[in-house]
């Protein structure tokens, strides 16, 4: 399993920070994405199309680039900056975990409520599955929740 340190101060915390869309709330929920979604282990999705660590499909890359990029021209340029030449479009969320943390960042960044405070574990599930995961999303929101409090809020709080 990727070490949550890492994935944090390597690629997360950087990637949110260089889009300008950083604060605690965003960083402890890809934090918690990724751990809920792909365990910070897998790439692909068993028996789905969902990719990379933060298990976004491809559908959802794509409308997150027509739909709301396309009308954020220096957002689209900060996240253009970190693809890579190859491959192209939604195949990077499984080969470039920068590239896939901002989108990871730019689907929550589509919800119109505000991110929930970083010790509310409770309310981190919540958000995760209404605007990520979604209601018809196989993902459970009380495992998110208990992933949360034993993983993600000790780094928190360690940090602070």
């Known amino acids: 399993m990727l070490s949550l340190t890492d994935l944090r101060d390597v690629i997360v915390r950087p990637v949110l ?5 950083h604060s605690p709330s965003a960083e402890c929920l890809l934090l ?4 809920a979604e792909s365990g910070c282990t ?6 789905g199309p969902a990719l990379g660590l933060f298990q976004m499909e491809p559908a959802t890359h794509d409308d997150i680039a027509r739909a709301f990029l396309a ?22 969320l ?5 590239y896939a943390a901002a989108f990871c960042r730019l689907s929550y960044l589509r919800a119109p409520p505000p991110l929930p405070e970083p010790e509310a574990a409770d309310g981190m599930a919540r958000y995760w599955k209404a605007f990520y995961n979604t209601p018809l999303g ?17 780094l928190y709080v360690k940090e602070s």
Not at 94 to 98: D, H, K, L, S, V
Request: net charge positive; aromatic share 6%; no cysteine.
């Open 138 to 154: 196989r993902g459970d929101p009380a495992r998110f929740m208990a992933l949360y409090a034993d993983r993600i809020l000790p």
């Open 94 to 98: 499984a080969t470039n975990p920068a």
């Open 42 to 47: 897998s790439l692909r999705q068993n028996g």
């Open 32 to 35: 918690g994405t990724a751990l």
């Open 17 to 21: 920070e260089r889009l300008g869309l």
């Open 71 to 92: 009308f954020r021209p220096s957002l689209k340029s900060a996240v253009a900056a970190l693809a890579a030449p190859w491959p192209q479009g939604a195949a990077q």
